[in-house]
């Protein structure tokens, strides 16, 4: 096991050449200029050729790749062009509230999603599964900007119970209370989501329900219980896991609507606004620790089917 | 009899303390410090290095920290700010600019003549709006502690004009800031200014920190526009950035946010009503803009073609599209916006005309034929892409090949630069104080705007130091203008921010172009 996963690890690193070299040459090939966009609409050609020079954008693409590269492998990311600060610093202020976001709305995810599922699954067709199923249909497909809008009108401008928007750093002022913006932006991402988990649970479910070694361990009396949580829910969690892994990362990475509806500065926004800005560096860095991302929540899904599945260990 | 004298004596006595500490703070109501002022931001700023920079979330916070020699008062007139006089000889070659004496930089040092020139000579050779100034410049030299001399190579009439904008204009740091720096943004470290806050900190993504400068040496005559004495009365100002303009109004009225600028016109008449806030329209017109491409394509040197395009456009429905309410737009074509300096009819009968017909006759005596027309657009600023759909829809009309091309900003701005890429682009203009600073008269912006009448004009235009005569050489400009159609002008646009009813102001013109918080302090 511990030589597949240093196996694993290591297939990382053409993977993140091959990556690092596609985002060089994507941001650069598209029109637009940092340059310009630092200076503003009123500065000369030739003023924005000095500032070029001055940040190094007027050299070869491919002696900017290798610049870069190299100091990347001294774990050197550069300046950003729009915050004039290390890439490192920008982006590790922003990771604060993904993560924070992240894992409070995965936890939300779970909570809600798999024991609904659990229960329209065994529930199957009754009012109660009709029920859950209308409503994973409308939060799966309800607007995350029109949900989070809402919640913020209700909760912060009419009941005045929580903060309209923003997320004060927990790490810098050291005040856990300041949880409390989070909770509006993670209702509004563990909607959607949950209704994904509670669809998938119980379809997944509901194919393990038919096969043979259920239908066997029902006539040998075993408890329902124990027959949907042992044998029918653990094996159908292989499809269940791979899609939670997969909304991992799309919580910490992909919340740009929540991001910006709640004001919150997250990597999501700091991804959007990069690209708009056309500051190289930010987008070069912030890229290639999503994909990295990616990459290692595969492999942990990939362990983790090994745990729940004997025949894949000790195949 | 007497001890009930005194009885009612005491309880008169009684009462009217009572009433006193009652009222006390009701009559004693007014400016007062303190507090922490939540300002929600449309988007982050990217440094407070005012030379280098025109965007307007940076000098919203940098016009709180750093100063000019000259600034503008609630009529847009350049009045000294941290200059105590001028004297103009040689016939407006010389231009010597006393300055105030004990001005406090926000690390201590008095602010002296080396300090401005070392800020004038680096704005002038990398700042964005610096050599508009600097080409008509030899030389700089401080003279004595408190006196800077410019020597220009002829009389330059907009001088003080270009001195007292802060928005990509000469702000005044000391001399350690700006020694050896180019057109790199400087440093946060050297973020040292004169201004009745300083520079605490910028957390990306999250907020810039200002806190008020107890040193402060301000000017002492009453508060006029930006000019005149700037009180701090907050301990600190906030600029948060919430891009989403409906978070902003929430933000407001959940009291998260103290005040939040430009909210969408669609909004104006809901909130105008709402008690929970208060609205403000801001004195200082945008006006939307439409460049034709004068280097190539068919608009090259082809002025009646423009004319026929501009024919075929009715601006109102183009305001109406993309700004909503009436009172916050205005069809105007005089370039500079009605009740300013600069306003003249001059021309003004060729704007919003709507002809189709006119439009048709004017293009086939242009010899156009139908060749597809590009006009660019972003959706960046949702009025643009508003006002193009509108103007795209009239000139398809009239008869004209149009291709409404939609990019993001930065794709439009560097496809903008090569002639070969587009027609017409749609933009805007910030308000600007003197016509010299409008983009479209500088022959290297795009569109390109060059021809020998109309740099004739304008090098008349800036070597004439009486106003007077400069206002009619403008209005010459403008005829000129509406002739060769460099630019359709669509109208004035007014932006309107909200803000929390504890706020208020001290003195008028507080919403000039950007909102600034000297002299604001909660009720």
Known sequence: ?315 | MFVNHRVCRGIGLLVVCLVLIIAGPVMAQGPKQGGTFRFAAIAESPHLDQHVTTSDPSTNIAQHVFECLFTYDSNYVPVPMLASGYQEKNGGKLIAINLRQGVKFHNGKEMTSEDVAASLTRWGKFGVRGPILFSHIDKVEADGKYKVNLYFKEPFGPWKALLALLNGGPAIYPKESVEGADAKPIPENKYIGTGPYKFVEQNPGRYALLERFKDYTGRTEPSDGDSGKRIAYFDKLMFIPVPDVGTRVNGVKAGDYDYAEQISGDLYDQLSTDATVKTYIRKGAIIGLMFFNSKAGPFKDNYKLRQAVLAAIDMTPALQAAIGPNNLWKANGSIAPAGTLWYTTAGTENYSQGSKSKAQTLAKEAGYNGEKITLMASQAYKFHYDSCVVIAKQLKDAGFNVDLQVYDWATLVSKRSDANQWDMFFTHHAYVTDPVLYTFMNAVYPGWWATKQKEDLASQFTQVLDPKQRLEIWNKIQTLFYEQVPVAKTGDIFSYDIASPKVDWVGAGAHLTWPRFWGTYFK
């Open chain 1, 1 to 315: 096991m511990l030589y597949y996963i240093l196996r694993r690890l290591l297939s990382l690193l053409p993977s993140l050449f091959i990556m690092s070299v596609l985002v060089f040459s994507f941001i650069h090939l598209i029109p637009g200029d940092p340059a310009v966009i630092l200076l503003g609409d009123q500065a000369s050609p030739a003023q924005v050729a000095e500032l070029k020079v001055s940040l190094g954008l007027d050299q070869p693409i491919y002696v900017q790749y290798l610049k870069w590269a190299a100091a990347v492998l001294h774990g050197d990311f550069g300046k950003s062009v729009f915050f004039s600060q290390p890439v490192a610093e920008v982006i590790a202020g922003r990771t604060e509230t993904s993560v924070c976001i992240a894992v409070l709305s995965f936890m939300l995810v779970l909570l809600i999603g798999i024991p609904i599922g659990i229960v329209s699954a065994a529930k199957y067709n009754s009012k109660l599964d009709q029920f859950f199923s209308g409503m994973s249909m409308f939060l799966a497909s309800v607007p995350t900007f029109w949900l989070g809008l809402n919640l913020m009108t209700l909760f912060s401008v009419q009941f005045k119970l929580l903060p309209s928007s923003g997320f004060p750093s927990i790490l810098q002022s050291g005040d856990l209370t300041n949880l409390r913006y989070l909770i509006l932006p993670c209702l509004t991402l563990a909607a959607p989501n949950s209704a994904l988990i509670i669809r998938l649970t119980r379809a997944s479910m509901l194919d393990v329900f038919k096969e043979d070694y259920v239908r066997t361990a029902r006539a040998k009396g075993l408890h329902e219980l124990k027959v949907v949580m042992l044998h029918v829910f653990r094996n159908s969690l292989i499809a269940v896991v791979s899609a939670l892994g997969f909304t991992f990362v799309g919580l910490v990475a992909g919340t740009v609507v929540t991001e910006t509806v709640f004001s919150l500065p997250g990597v999501g926004r700091l991804v959007v606004e990069s690209v708009l800005r056309r500051d190289y560096p930010v987008i070069q860095a912030i890229i290639l620790f999503i994909a990295l991302l990616y990459m290692l929540i595969n492999l942990l899904v990939d362990i983790s089917y090994a745990w729940l599945d004997p025949r894949i260990r000790h195949g």
